[in-house]
């Protein structure tokens, strides 16, 4: 992954918890999609910290939408982590992706997962 976004993987009980942080762009968001596949693959429910994104262009919206997707298909839907008045909290509002995804103001929120 290059220096414009940091993924943080923890593995608790089953449950995958993805911190990023940093830019998501064009540039990395294939990368960083990749990164992603590999540490929810196998865990019975995901989480994704995005309280330290702070930019993300429509591709990684593209990403996030693909991956919520694929989990909500699945019966699993993926908890995102997303503070009110995050950077990035609007874009995700106006594409409608507490759709797909359980939001969460906090990780403690987010966790135990039912």
Not at 2 to 21: F, I, M, P, Q, T
Not at 84 to 89: L, R, V
Request: charged share 20%; proline share 5%; hydrophobic share 50%.
């Amino acid at each position: 992954m290059d220096d414009l976004a940091v993924l943080e993987v923890e593995h608790h009980e089953g449950v995958g918890v993805l911190r990023l942080s940093g830019e998501i762009d064009v540039s990395n968001v294939d990368d960083i999609t990749g990164q992603l596949a590999s540490a929810l693959s196998g865990v019975r429910r995901g989480v994704i910290d995005l309280s330290g994104l702070q930019y993300l262009d429509s591709a990684g919206v593209g990403m996030l939408i693909t991956v919520a997707a694929e989990a909500h298909a699945r019966g699993a839907p993926l908890h995102i982590v997303l503070p009110q008045e995050a950077p990035i909290e609007r874009i995700l509002m106006i594409v409608d992706l507490p759709r797909l995804a359980v939001f969460h103001s906090s990780l403690a929120d987010a966790l135990p997962l039912p």
